[in-house]
């Protein structure tokens, strides 16, 4: 079985390397890049074991937490490891060969030889590092043992975890919902933990305390406990191995068992089966609209929401929308008042569902283009995405900004206008992404998976995706700059020394942003209406 087990390794591990390209060993680029980080970890380890021996106090909590996150990324590395060969490997074959038993502990080998290779050579800058300040070459061994004991527990953990998950996967309906949605918003309960952190004011001793007692510390010990027997635990360190005996022949069973179950149970399906719509059936819309739109309008705007609906590729970005609000907005609105503020919402609000639901018009209809381009016109195209936008931006503005505007004590003039500016700002913004989006060729985009789904969506690849993003951004920015300016404290209340008083300026500014976000939106929509009808299939 061994001997079975090492070949099916070494067969994975020659699929890998051409998948997905050699080690460090066969990379120039990245060697030189390991060979550097093993210098730098060595120096730190040196310095670490001349504190030591000269017998200064070196927080423990602090070696904990390095070797927590060294223990994650190690665990996730085995994880992504095993996933990649786990998807790509051809059961139906090998198991007419070997039984699962073989299979599962040749995966098990071939994980642990890729993150060996990757961790080698800093693993030996420690060890040396640290036997050269301790000035003992007992320790060196004491650290390999360790690192590699970590190691080994990473390597079983991430294995047993991935192909649980994969089980689970397998059986539950919406299992890919549930890991995208974590994978999105999984760092909002970090944050939140954080602030409520800052907000209690935890102490860093306290927090040191926690991490010190965690048995990520007693593999500090156990490097240690080589070097002079008054720097580490000795029974800390036994306990490291200790913990080790049972645990990682233990996970390797589980992970043998989990394969087993995964290789020789039928699994169901984990797709979602979902009803079909008809896009052309009288509902609310034709209620509130009658027959003021076209019916092909109208369709068009009920497939950018059912799209939208099912895989809400627009909706989540907006997040780059609030990004910029967050790292540029607040910072540039420190002298902007409460005006400002307000302003900031709505313009917030308009830009973002504008690139939802009017962002990317081509790799969003991708499939659909030749239908679309022989059964719709630019005109009706164009109106049905902004009609799209405008049934969701004007309540969604309007219903957020007048009630945030009262509670800021901002005027009540003021704050209608602003909710019209935010208004405005979400068509402009629909208008721009059209005519942008219109302007890319159908060959520049490319099947990418997406989140929420398990079916490829169209986008482009590298840079310039994030230009065009970042040229909607602009021209929207720029026609509500009046605004902006014309509502700044510093300014309203300088013109105000010498001519009208601040509410004519601010109003008047508000009204300058409707009036040129409105050109802006007739110009766009005129723009991508031409692109439309002029688009080529080449």
Same mark, same amino acid.
């Given at each position: $079985? @061994?001997?079975?087990?090492?070949?099916?390794?070494?067969?994975?591990?020659?699929?890998?390397?051409?998948?997905?390209?050699?080690? !460090?060993?066969?990379?120039?680029?990245?060697?030189?890049?390991?060979?550097?980080? =093993?210098?730098?970890?060595?120096?730190?380890?040196?310095?670490?074991?001349?504190?030591?021996?000269?017998?200064?106090?070196?927080?423990?909590?602090?070696?904990?937490?390095? =070797?927590?996150?060294?223990?994650?990324?190690?665990?996730?590395?085995?994880?992504?490891?095993?996933?990649?060969?786990?998807?790509?490997?051809?059961?139906?074959?090998?198991?007419?060969?070997?039984?699962?038993?073989?299979?599962?502990?040749?995966?098990?080998?071939?994980?642990?030889?890729?993150?060996?290779?990757?961790?080698?050579?800093?693993?030996?800058?420690?060890?040396?590092?640290?036997?050269?300040?301790?000035?003992?070459?007992?320790?060196?061994?004491?650290?390999?043992?360790?690192?590699? #004991?970590?190691?080994?527990?990473?390597?079983?953990?991430?294995?047993?975890?991935?192909?649980?998950?994969?089980?689970?996967?397998?059986?539950?309906?919406?299992?890919?919902?549930?890991?995208? *949605?974590? %994978?999105?918003?999984?760092?909002?309960?970090?944050?939140? #933990?954080?602030?409520?952190?800052?907000?209690?004011?935890?102490?860093?001793?306290?927090?040191?305390?926690?991490?010190?007692?965690?048995?990520?510390?007693?593999?500090?010990?156990?490097?240690?406990?080589?070097?002079?027997?008054?720097?580490?635990?000795?029974?800390?360190?036994?306990?490291?191995?200790?913990?080790?005996?049972?645990? @990682?022949?233990?996970? %390797?069973?589980?992970?043998?068992?989990?394969?087993?179950?995964?290789?020789? =149970?039928?699994?169901?399906?984990?797709?979602?089966?979902?009803?079909?719509?008809?896009?052309?059936?009288?509902?609310?819309?034709?209620?509130?609209?009658?027959?003021?739109?076209?019916?092909?309008?109208?369709?068009?705007?009920?497939?950018? !929401?059912?799209?939208?609906?099912?895989?809400?590729?627009?909706? *989540?970005?907006?997040?780059? @929308?609030?990004?910029?609000?967050?790292?540029?907005?607040?910072?540039?609105?420190?002298?902007?008042?409460?005006?400002?503020?307000?302003?900031?919402?709505?313009?917030?609000?308009?830009?973002? +569902?504008?690139?939802?639901?009017?962002?990317?018009?081509?790799?969003?209809?991708?499939?659909?283009?030749? $239908?679309?381009?022989?059964?719709?016109?630019?005109?009706?195209?164009?109106?049905?995405?902004?009609?799209?936008?405008?049934?969701?931006?004007?309540?969604?503005?309007?219903?957020?900004?007048?009630?945030?505007?009262? +509670?800021?004590?901002?005027?009540?003039?003021?704050? +209608?206008?602003?909710?019209?500016?935010?208004?405005?700002?979400?068509?402009?913004?629909?208008?721009?992404?059209?005519?942008?989006? $219109?302007?890319?060729?159908?060959?520049?985009?490319?099947?990418?998976?997406?989140?929420?789904?398990?079916?490829?969506?169209?986008?482009?690849?590298?840079?310039?995706?994030?230009?065009?993003?970042?040229?909607?951004?602009?021209?929207? *920015?720029?026609?509500?700059?009046?605004?902006?300016?014309?509502?700044?404290?510093?300014?309203?209340?300088?013109?105000?020394?010498?001519?009208?008083?601040?509410?004519?300026?601010?109003?008047?500014?508000?009204? +300058?942003?409707?009036?040129?976000?409105?050109?802006?939106?007739?110009?766009?929509?005129?723009?991508? @209406?031409?692109?439309?009808?002029?688009?080529?299939?080449?």
């Amino acid at each position: $079985m @061994v001997g079975a087990a090492f070949r099916i390794a070494r067969a994975e591990w020659t699929r890998h390397h051409r998948d997905v390209g050699r080690p !460090w060993l066969g990379r120039p680029t990245v060697l030189i890049a390991s060979l550097a980080l =093993t210098i730098l970890l060595g120096a730190l380890a040196h310095v670490l074991g001349r504190n030591l021996a000269s017998g200064q106090t070196v927080p423990r909590s602090n070696l904990s937490i390095l =070797t927590i996150v060294t223990f994650v990324w190690m665990v996730w590395r085995s994880s992504q490891l095993i996933h990649l060969r786990f998807e790509r490997l051809h059961p139906d074959f090998l198991l007419t060969t070997v039984p699962a038993r073989t299979a599962a502990m040749g995966l098990l080998g071939f994980v642990s030889a890729r993150l060996a290779v990757s961790i080698a050579l800093p693993t030996v800058g420690v060890a040396a590092g640290t036997a050269l300040g301790l000035r003992s070459p007992v320790v060196t061994v004491t650290v390999l043992i360790s690192i590699a #004991g970590l190691a080994a527990l990473a390597v079983v953990l991430g294995t047993t975890g991935r192909l649980a998950a994969h089980l689970v996967g397998l059986h539950l309906v919406r299992a890919r919902f549930y890991r995208d *949605l974590l %994978t999105v918003f999984g760092w909002l309960p970090l944050l939140a #933990g954080w602030l409520l952190i800052e907000e209690l004011s935890v102490s860093v001793a306290a927090l040191g305390a926690v991490f010190g007692a965690l048995p990520s510390a007693w593999f500090v010990d156990l490097a240690l406990v080589g070097g002079d027997p008054a720097l580490a635990s000795v029974r800390r360190g036994v306990g490291a191995l200790g913990l080790l005996v049972p645990t @990682v022949p233990l996970l %390797t069973a589980m992970t043998i068992v989990l394969a087993r179950r995964i290789w020789e =149970t039928t699994p169901v399906s984990s797709t979602e089966s979902h009803g079909s719509h008809s896009l052309v059936h009288d509902g609310w819309l034709e209620q509130l609209l009658g027959d003021r739109v076209s019916r092909p309008v109208r369709t068009v705007a009920r497939e950018r !929401w059912l799209m939208e609906r099912r895989v809400p590729r627009g909706l *989540l970005s907006t997040g780059y @929308v609030f990004v910029v609000v967050g790292v540029f907005g607040f910072p540039a609105l420190l002298s902007g008042g409460p005006n400002g503020f307000l302003l900031l919402i709505a313009v917030s609000l308009g830009l973002a +569902v504008g690139i939802a639901f009017a962002s990317v018009p081509i790799g969003t209809e991708y499939r659909a283009l030749p $239908m679309l381009f022989t059964t719709v016109s630019g005109a009706q195209f164009v109106g049905g995405l902004l009609l799209a936008v405008t049934l969701v931006g004007v309540p969604l503005v309007t219903l957020i900004t007048i009630p945030v505007g009262i +509670v800021s004590l901002v005027g009540g003039i003021q704050t +209608v206008f602003i909710a019209m500016a935010g208004v405005a700002s979400c068509v402009c913004s629909g208008s721009v992404a059209l005519a942008v989006g $219109m302007g890319v060729e159908r060959y520049d985009y490319v099947p990418v998976p997406s989140f929420f789904t398990d079916v490829p969506v169209f986008a482009e690849l590298g840079r310039n995706g994030f230009l065009r993003l970042g040229v909607i951004f602009g021209v929207v *920015l720029l026609a509500n700059l009046p605004a902006y300016l014309g509502n700044a404290p510093l300014v309203y209340e300088g013109i105000a020394a010498v001519g009208p008083p601040p509410l004519v300026v601010q109003v008047g500014s508000l009204l +300058v942003t409707i009036v040129l976000a409105t050109a802006v939106s007739n110009s766009a929509r005129r723009i991508a @209406v031409r692109r439309y009808q002029n688009y080529q299939f080449d």
